[in-house]
């Protein structure tokens, strides 16, 4: 007997314990989010994983401060060393100011020309600005016409070649007779510089598209326009942006040549008006201020080129950034 029984107690029944019933859990979950049931929130616990994500963002952005440093201290070191020896060599011995000035009296110089040095940059970054583009233009409407005909290419290719064997400064006085002593010569001038390296790049590239695409297209029944568009000038941004490259690097120098003819306001004059006064370090600043505008205008194509090119593998320079 048990001991219940003893006590003249009824004996319980045992409890039931039912087995696990498969799919149970997944019924309790379709339950719950059918509304029978509140869902709690769910408890997130992010502090090893926040933790480890802050950690990382950190050593990235060490990474990219040493790659910085890694890039502009050592030129930025050369630069210095170069203007500390020029000075001492200056102190030294003592050139007149008229054939070598010294980096100070260059600095001077720079804040005596402050307040007319603008409006001549400006002058200068317009006919810059607009020449390249027109060059950009016509050497795009060139290499096109060179890719698409053949007869195009025998014969106009060879005139680019010949074009470039003509200094820039004996056309000058021509253009200034045709056009005017306004801005239109100047433009000119940049354009012309400009128009043959974009003009070759692009014709590169047009024609260096890849054949098996341009196959593949024309059995879908493209039409030699849709193929251009499709497949030619898209493989071709690539080698357009390097040619305008090459074209804005000397853009501010051929504006500057074109000034050097006739005008009246440009970085060109400045540099005659200075060099005819013996103020080589007014010349000095022009120079700077010429190497500036150039490398910023070169930055600015090396930027647009990576945003008009997403599909391109980055290089080893921009992935250590």
Do not use: C
């Not at 480890?52 to 502009?72: D, F, K, M, P």
């Not at 598209?209 to 499709?230: F, T």
């Not at 006064?277 to 990576?306: C, K, M």
């Amino acid at each position: 007997m048990t001991r219940a029984e003893t006590r003249g107690e009824t004996p319980r029944a045992p409890r039931a314990t039912s087995a696990p019933v498969p799919g149970a859990p997944l019924v309790a979950a379709q339950d719950r989010l059918a509304g029978s049931e509140p869902v709690a929130p769910p408890v997130v616990r992010g502090t090893v994983a926040g933790g480890t994500v802050v950690r990382a963002r950190r050593s990235a952005g060490r990474h990219r401060a040493r790659a910085l440093l890694a890039r502009w201290v050592p030129p930025l070191l050369l630069l210095a060393a170069s203007i500390g020896a020029w000075e001492l060599w200056v102190i030294v011995r003592r050139p007149p100011a008229y054939v070598l000035p010294s980096p100070g009296r260059i600095a001077a110089a720079a804040v005596d020309a402050a307040p007319g040095l603008p409006a001549h940059t400006a002058t200068t970054l317009v006919e810059a600005v607009v020449g390249t583009a027109a060059g950009a233009l016509a050497g795009v409407a060139v290499a096109v016409l060179i890719a698409s005909v053949p007869l195009a290419r025998r014969t106009v290719e060879p005139l680019l070649v010949a074009s470039q064997t003509v200094p820039m400064i004996v056309l000058a006085p021509l253009l200034v007779l045709w056009f005017g002593l306004g801005l239109t010569p100047k433009i000119v001038v940049v354009a012309l510089i400009g128009f043959f390296p974009v003009a070759v790049s692009t014709a590169g590239g047009l024609a260096g598209a890849d054949p098996d695409l341009v196959d593949l297209v024309r059995s879908m029944g493209a039409r030699p326009g849709q193929v251009l568009r499709v497949v030619r000038l898209p493989a071709a941004i690539p080698a357009f942006f390097a040619g305008l490259k090459i074209a804005t690097a000397y853009a501010v120098a051929g504006a500057v040549v074109g000034e050097y003819v006739a005008g009246d306001r440009g970085l060109g004059i400045f540099i005659t008006r200075s060099s005819n006064s013996f103020r080589v370090d007014r010349v000095f600043v022009a120079v700077i201020v010429i190497a500036a505008l150039s490398a910023l205008l070169y930055g600015l194509v090396g930027v647009a080129a990576r945003r008009a090119t997403p599909w391109l593998p980055p290089t080893t320079k921009e992935r250590s950034r």
